[in-house]
C-alpha cells in the first residue's frame, strides 16, 4: 500500500495560514488523498480530500503537486480550535481491502 | 443533522469478561467501520462491514468479532478482555465503502478494563 509521510508536529500562530505538508511518492493513479484531524478526547473529522485537483471546502484548502508524489493542506487562517493531529491518508479505488488506515500524523500547535 | 451514535460512551470491565459496543450509522449509511485506538496513539483500523458483509479486516484480534445487522447498526463483540484492551474505539460510517466518499466518526466508547 502507498504510504505517506508528515512532519511529527507543527506550530502556528493565530489567524495565520498554516501549510501541512505530506509526501506520498509511492502514490498510484487511483489512490485518493484524503485529510482527516483529530482534536483532543474527540473523534477523527474528515477535513477534505482529492485526486489530482486542488480542492477547497470551508474547512480548508487541499493543494496537490502537478506528479501527485506530495499534497499540502492548507488552513487559511489558524484559530485555536484548528490544534488537532492531522492526518494524510491516500485511499486506493475499485481495490479491495482499501479501507482507511491512519498512520503518524502531524500534531498541530496553535499559539495565541 | 444526525451524526453516528456510538453506545456506551464509557465501558468499565474486568479482566477475562466480555463487552460489546454498539454503533449506529448516520441514515442511508450503509458502511461502518470500527477502530480502537490506545493511549497516545493514532487510530487502528479493525475491521468494516459493507451491506451487512464483512468487507475489509484489519488488525482484530480473535477475541474480537463483530457484525452489521439488517437495520445497518454494528456491534463489536469483545470477549476474554485484557488489559491491553483498555482504549477508544471509534465507529465510523459511510455511503459505500468507495475511496472518493468520507468517513463520518462517531465519539467512540471508552473502554477502560481493569
Known amino acids: 500500500d502507498a504510504k505517506t509521510t508528515q512532519p511529527n508536529s507543527m506550530e502556528s500562530n493565530e489567524e495565520e495560514p498554516v501549510h501541512l505538508p505530506c509526501n506520498h511518492s509511492?502514490?498510484?493513479?487511483?489512490?485518493?488523498i484524503h485529510w482527516y484531524r483529530q482534536l483532543p478526547s474527540q473523534g477523527p473529522e474528515y477535513v477534505i480530500h482529492?485526486?489530482?485537483s486542488n480542492v477547497n471546502n470551508r474547512m480548508a484548502s487541499l493543494a496537490i503537486a502537478e506528479d501527485r508524489k506530495s499534497s499540502t493542506l492548507i488552513l487559511h487562517r489558524a484559530t485555536l480550535r484548528d490544534a488537532a493531529v492531522y492526518y494524510c491518508?491516500?485511499?486506493?479505488?475499485?481495490?479491495?481491502?482499501?479501507?482507511?488506515?491512519f498512520g503518524a500524523g502531524t500534531r498541530l500547535t496553535v499559539k495565541p | 443533522a444526525a451524526g453516528v451514535i456510538q453506545s456506551p460512551r464509557h465501558l468499565i470491565k474486568e479482566k477475562r469478561e466480555t463487552a460489546t459496543l454498539k454503533c449506529y450509522p448516520i441514515?442511508?449509511?450503509?458502511?461502518v467501520y470500527w477502530y480502537q485506538q490506545g493511549p497516545g496513539q493514532d487510530p487502528q483500523f479493525l475491521i468494516s462491514?459493507?451491506?451487512?458483509?464483512?468487507?475489509d479486516k484489519g488488525s482484530i484480534p480473535d477475541r474480537f468479532s463483530a457484525q452489521q445487522f439488517s437495520d445497518y447498526h454494528s456491534e463489536l463483540n469483545m470477549s476474554s478482555l485484557e488489559l491491553g484492551d483498555s482504549a477508544l474505539y471509534f465507529c465510523?460510517?459511510?455511503?459505500?465503502?468507495?475511496?472518493?466518499?468520507?468517513?463520518?466518526f462517531g465519539s467512540g466508547t471508552r473502554l477502560t478494563v481493569v
Open positions: 465510523a460510517s459511510s455511503l459505500l465503502s468507495l475511496a472518493n466518499y468520507g468517513y463520518t
Open positions: 509511492t502514490i498510484s493513479g487511483t489512490d485518493y
Open positions: 482529492g485526486l489530482t
Open positions: 491518508i491516500l485511499r486506493a479505488d475499485w481495490k479491495e481491502n482499501n479501507d482507511m488506515r
Open positions: 441514515p442511508r449509511h450503509d458502511t
Open positions: 462491514f459493507y451491506e451487512k458483509m464483512q468487507s
